[in-house]
């Protein structure tokens, strides 16, 4: 029977050390370098790459070659009735300098699109980092709550023997096994959600459910990050739809653009004839034309506008995301002093003095949540830090350094 045992034990133990084995532990590089392999908006956007420059040579092609026939049955006055047909095709060619204006004013919608992809890239891989704080920050708060647990769970054993002996009445053990219960619960509350943050990391970032994270490589709480105005993305795709709207006005400002060619064999009763034509657009009478150029010198004009005016909001989000995040610092700084004091100097004397008798076993759980109220803010403020600080580089739109 014993033999059997050690056997399962065996078995079971290299069940657990595959499974550690298997299980991925990822740094923060790791997990965004994994989730750039798989993400889903990654490949949206390639795929939107593809297509737009597949609708740019097709809104820049010329139209197909057109062919056409026509019969006819003739009964001409005084001859002989029959058959007659016509044969023909045409094509419009657009003169070489319109076509590359057409397919430069494309490109640079095309390309401004493209950047503001790019945009959503950066904010989704800013999101991870942020959701990588968070769940690290959710861990360090477990096992903080964990060691305070440990601790309360050494006196309240303690206690129980001191009751066994009565030395402490059965309320005041019973007031400490409610305090217990209650740890306990908060203690799997804690646990769950750090294993739920673990779980949504890893769905969002496409790696395995059964990855871990080392959160040995957080950002430093910083009162203020070099960051200069940057922006890049968003003004490059404006200046792009701009110069777009400027070869817009260049199209539709030539009087000529294009030129019709077309050909004709026409078989008639007595006579064979054939024919070439040559037919060109004048655009300069066209009122669509027109209106097509004051589009586009609208389009430029509403554009820089709208430059002008998001580039202020901007400047303005980052003011306030900065001052926020120097505030923020500035909390957790404050909030981590005075829960050291209050570990080191305050709580030593509440529990001696509880172990003395001097105060009431009230007194004493109120000291000590005291000390999980000043955890708990200390870890809300970082992750509130860390929510600012990952806004404000999306707002400054750069990769940002630690």
């Known amino acids: 029977m014993k033999q059997i045992q050690r056997k399962w034990i065996g078995s079971l133990i290299v069940v657990c050390a595959v499974g550690v084995l298997h299980a ?16 889903d908006l990654s490949k949206a956007i390639e795929q939107e790459t593809l297509s737009l420059a597949a609708k740019r040579k097709a809104d820049t092609a010329t139209d197909p070659l057109a062919l056409y026939l026509q019969g006819t049955r003739a009964y001409p006055d005084g001859a002989r009735s029959g058959n007659e047909y016509a044969v023909g095709a045409s094509k419009t060619f657009k003169f070489s300098s319109v076509r590359e204006s057409e397919l430069s004013m494309l490109r640079l919608s095309n390309e401004a699109d493209l950047l503001e992809g790019k945009r959503s890239i950066l904010n989704f891989r800013n999101g991870l980092k942020r959701l990588y704080h968070q769940h690290c920050l959710d ?33 005041e053990l019973l007031q400490l096994e409610t305090e217990k219960n209650k740890l306990y619960a908060t203690l799997v509350s804690l646990d769950m959600e750090q294993e739920m943050s673990r779980v949504t990391l890893s769905t ?16 430093p709480i910083r009162s203020s ?13 404006y200046i792009k739809r701009m110069q777009s709207a400027k070869e ?4 539709y400002s030539q009087g000529i653009d294009s030129v019709n060619v077309s050909a004709q064999y026409t078989n008639e ?7 070439i034509g040559v037919s060109i657009p004048l655009n300069f009478g066209s009122e669509k034309y027109e209106q097509e150029r004051a589009a586009a010198m609208y389009r430029h004009s509403a554009v820089e506008h709208r430059l002008h005016q998001i580039l202020k ?19 957790v700084n404050a909030l981590t002093k005075n829960y050291k004091k209050y570990k080191q100097k305050v709580l030593p004397l509440i529990q001696r003095s509880y172990v003395l008798g001097e105060v009431s076993v009230i007194e004493f759980l109120l000291g000590r949540q005291k000390l999980y109220q000043l955890q708990e803010e200390i870890f ?18 750069q990769k940002d350094q630690k």
Not at 225 to 237: D, I, Q, S
Not at 384 to 392: D, E, V
């Open 24 to 39: 991925s532990n990822l740094s923060l590089q790791s997990l965004l370098d994994e989730a750039a392999k798989h993400s």
């Open 139 to 171: 861990k360090q708060n477990y096992r903080a709550f964990k060691k305070s647990y440990d601790d309360f769970m050494k006196l309240y054993e303690k206690k129980q023997k001191a009751y066994r002996y009565q030395e402490i009445s059965k309320t």
């Open 204 to 219: 969002l970032s496409n790696v395995p459910e059964s990855s871990y994270y080392t959160c040995n490589d957080l950002y």
């Open 225 to 237: 990050v070099a960051l200069p105005e940057h922006f890049a993305l968003t003004k490059e795709a």
């Open 248 to 251: 817009a006005v260049h199209r």
């Open 269 to 275: 009763i007595d006579t064979d004839r054939y024919s």
């Open 313 to 331: 909001q901007k400047r303005s989000q980052l003011m306030q995301l900065k001052a926020m995040l120097k505030s923020q610092a500035f909390m």
């Open 380 to 397: 809300q403020t970082k992750k509130a830090y860390y929510n600012t600080l990952f806004n404000l580089y999306s707002v400054n739109e």
